[in-house]
């Protein structure tokens, strides 16, 4: 059997948690960058709008409204989803059932005994 010693230990978990602030990092970035060009895609919607109320039937305009509106609504999905990734909720729902579960039984056990 293989032993592990402290220090080993140590340095996994501590090579564990530089992997783990990397990717936070990079996924901070990403959010970062899609703020900006939804930031930029607002302003882009704000000044078209402006320019349909001087030209209303500018068919241009009013499509490149609705363009830039799906940009705006495909870039928010796009940012929700890095901010959440499935792993975090598959860890917070494992924890609700494991904590759950047993809070069930301890529940149980001390009514069937207790009681």
């Known amino acids: 059997m293989h032993e592990t010693t402290p220090e080993l230990d140590i340095s ?3 090579s564990q948690l530089e992997a783990a602030l990397v990717s936070i990092k990079t996924r901070l970035h990403q959010v970062q960058q899609g703020e900006e060009q939804y930031s930029q895609l607002q302003t882009a919607s ?5 320019q349909l109320k001087k030209y209303p039937q500018d068919i241009t305009l009013q499509s490149e409204i609705e363009r830039v509106q799906w940009e705006m609504e ?7 989803s890095r901010l959440v990734r499935h792993s ?3 860890t917070l729902c494992w924890r609700a059932v494991r ?13 069937s005994y207790g009681g």
């Not at 704000?46 to 402006?50: E, F, T």
């Open 12 to 14: 996994t978990k501590i």
């Open 74 to 80: 495909e870039l928010a999905i796009i940012l929700e």
């Open 99 to 111: 904590y759950g579960g047993a809070g069930i039984l301890i529940g149980w056990f001390l009514r």
């Open 88 to 90: 975090s909720w598959y």
């Open 46 to 50: 704000h000044a078209l709008k402006r």
